[in-house]
Nanobody
Framework: EGQLVESGGGVVQPGGSLNLTCTTSGFTFTKFAMSWVRQAPGKGMEWLTGINSRGSSAYYANSVKGRFTTSRDNAKNTVYLHLNSLKTEDTALYYC?????????????????????????WGQGTQVTVSL
């Protein structure tokens, strides 16, 4: 059973930065595309990023494009999210999620919002609070 553990959340002022880490185990990391998803208080899940299993292509929601960057280190079974120019509306619980790449395609990634049940594994989330 796959396990994902997010870390790096915290409290930051508007305009600040954070680095989130998602460490995985229990599945073949290189066969899975990875995403970051968040849930703000009182709101639904919002897909933020997708990166293919090679780490060669990344995709972003319009709300974070140009401010957030995702990457992965397949040697460490880890995916990262760098949050820059943070806004109060970025306050949320941030999750990483894994989805098996169809036919093992290393170039496939989640490129748009998908229902949460479409992902194979989820982490428990890390809280990001942007406040003065």
């Amino acid at each position: 059973e796959g396990q994902l553990v997010e870390s790096g959340g915290g409290v930051v002022q508007p305009g600040g930065s954070l680095n989130l880490t998602c460490t995985t185990s229990g599945f073949t990391f290189t066969k899975f595309a990875m995403s970051w998803v968040r849930q703000a208080p009182g709101k639904g899940m919002e897909w933020l990023t997708g990166i293919n299993s090679r780490g060669s292509s990344a995709y972003y929601a319009n709300s974070v494009k140009g401010r957030f960057t995702t990457s992965r280190d397949n040697a460490k079974n880890t995916v990262y999210l760098h949050l820059n120019s943070l806004k109060t509306e970025d306050t949320a619980l941030y999750y990483c999620a894994a989805k098996y790449s169809p036919d093992g395609c290393k170039y496939w990634a989640v490129t748009k919002p998908v229902p949460p049940h479409k992902f194979d594994y989820w982490g428990q989330g890390t809280q990001v609070t942007v406040s003065l």
